[in-house]
């Protein structure tokens, strides 16, 4: 058997337990050792410890091979100093928002045993359930595309001696947002592969605020480091959608120009510009509300949310841009 360990970074949502919960569940070899990396912002002062007791109640027999880190509220690098804790060949990040299967730890095993010496990483297959009856909403649709994603950290195997080659994960990113993509490109551009496994996890799709999708505009801010580590064409190298940042660009300038222009008597033209931003903003807006299960509620927030991702996706884009100017690429991996 190949001996792995599981580190998973968490906040000590509601939803550590049932990720605990489902690691203790699952058949075939267990992990010699799971860290749980305590991530929260009151980490190194003195966390309310009742949550985290909780959730560790429901490992059984793993809370022996438990440990707990704190992360200092780090984000995803907090996967960091889960690694320096492992040393066993093989370590698996899986994150606290997700529930592994029934087989997962015999079908880990399995991934683990079939990974040839050049394979650096074997991401499990992630399902997002989607609500029965209705059509999901605009939030849920965007979780769902997380079972496409290539690389993703919610179930990811890698080569603990390789990974700490690459020096783990770029703290430069703060967010769960390209982190992954990242340090998959640097693998594989050293002539690394990664092979996807046949594991299966759950991740269902949490409650979010009506502001949520507004809120992940900042990652366009790690857009933007990605292009300055990996090159303008970074998006056809990690197979990532381009998204719709050069429409909310040009949203967000019509609005803009509409502005200056009438507050500098420029009527008609303020108002050919208004037109335009308008335009944009309602074909955003059709193009989220039509998918979707166009209750009232959802289309209020559709609507609310279309008139400000375009300005707030254009502002971290060009804030990110500006912050890491200078930032330097990563060195080759070694192989």
């Not at 190949?2 to 509601?14: C, F, G, K, M, Q």
């Not at 990664?194 to 790690?222: F, M, N």
């Not at 019509?254 to 033209?269: D, F, Q, S």
Request: net charge positive.
């Amino acid at each position: 058997m190949t001996s792995y360990a599981v580190v998973i970074p968490t906040l000590v949502r509601d939803t550590l337990a049932d990720c605990l919960a489902a690691l203790a569940a699952a058949r075939g070899p267990r992990p010699e050792r799971i860290v749980l990396v305590d991530d929260r912002p009151a980490a190194s002062a003195d966390p309310d410890p009742a949550p985290l007791e909780h959730a560790l109640s429901v490992l059984g027999d793993l809370r022996a091979r438990t440990i707990v880190l704190p992360g200092e509220a780090r984000g995803p690098a907090a996967r960091n100093t889960g690694l320096r804790a492992v040393t066993e060949p093989w370590v698996v990040f899986v994150d606290d928002d997700v529930q592994v299967g029934p087989h997962w730890c015999a079908q880990l095993q399995r991934d683990l045993d079939e990974a040839t010496p050049d394979t650096a990483g074997v991401p499990g297959v992630i399902t997002v359930p989607l609500p029965g009856g209705r059509r999901p909403t605009d939030w849920e649709r965007g979780t769902a595309g997380l079972a496409r994603a290539r690389w993703i950290t919610a179930d990811m195997a890698y080569r603990t001696d390789v990974l700490r080659r690459a020096g783990g994960f770029d703290e430069r990113f703060p967010r769960a947002h390209r982190e992954d993509a990242d340090l998959a490109l640097r693998l594989l551009d050293a002539g690394w592969r990664i092979r996807r496994g046949r594991r299966t996890t759950l991740h269902p799709v949490r409650a979010a605020s009506r502001w949520a999708s507004v809120h992940k505009q900042r990652g366009h801010a790690d857009d933007a480091l990605m292009r300055r580590l990996h090159g303008a064409d970074w998006w056809d190298k990690a197979v990532s959608p381009r998204g719709r940042i050069r429409r909310h660009a040009a949203i967000t300038a019509a609005g803009a120009a509409a502005c200056a222009l009438a507050a500098t008597g420029h009527r008609r033209a303020a108002a050919a510009c208004a037109a335009g931003w308008a335009a944009g903003t309602a074909e955003f807006a059709r193009a989220r509300i039509a998918p979707g299960p166009r209750t009232p509620e959802e289309v209020a927030t559709v609507l609310a949310t279309s008139v400000v991702i375009p300005p707030a996706a254009t502002w971290h884009r060009l804030a990110g841009a500006w912050r890491h100017r200078h930032a330097p690429a990563w060195r080759e991996v070694a192989r």
